[in-house]
């Protein structure tokens, strides 16, 4: 079992940033693929970003490239996603996601979902 726990989530106003960060705790961190996804009421879940156990194959949604940024750091158990230049369609709650497959994780398809942070960017 891989425990999952999303922070930094908050409100900021259009063109600001945010960095999240999602905690994990359970099995070996640095064998799993992690990833982003975001939803927002009656929507789908939407892919955001992802990265491989190693760092070296990263994913991005079109949505969010050149803005969001996604790093691991093995020795910390920790993922982030650094957002920047967010726009009001940004506003979601930002889910961390865990999967021995990064392109698994791209997909969704995966075992292990934190319990989301919510972002609200003003216009």
């Known amino acids: 079992q891989v425990r999952l726990v999303e922070s930094g989530g908050g409100l900021v106003q259009a063109g600001g940033s945010l960095r999240l960060s999602c905690a994990a705790s359970?099995?070996?961190?640095?064998?799993?693929?992690m990833g982003w996804f975001r939803q927002t009421p009656g929507k789908e879940r939407e892919f955001v970003s992802a990265?491989?156990?190693?760092?070296?194959?990263?994913y991005y949604a079109d949505s969010v490239k050149g803005r969001f940024t996604i790093s691991r750091d093995n020795a910390k158990n920790t993922v982030l996603l650094q957002m920047n230049n967010l726009k009001p369609e940004d506003t979601a709650v930002y889910y961390c996601?865990?999967?021995?497959?990064?392109?698994?994780?791209?997909?969704?398809?995966?075992?292990?979902w934190g319990q989301g942070t919510q972002v609200t960017v003003s216009s």
């Open positions: 996601a865990a999967d021995t497959n990064v392109n698994d994780v791209k997909r969704g398809q995966v075992p292990f």
């Open positions: 359970g099995r070996t961190f640095s064998n799993y693929g």
């Open positions: 990265i491989s156990w190693g760092g070296s194959v990263i």
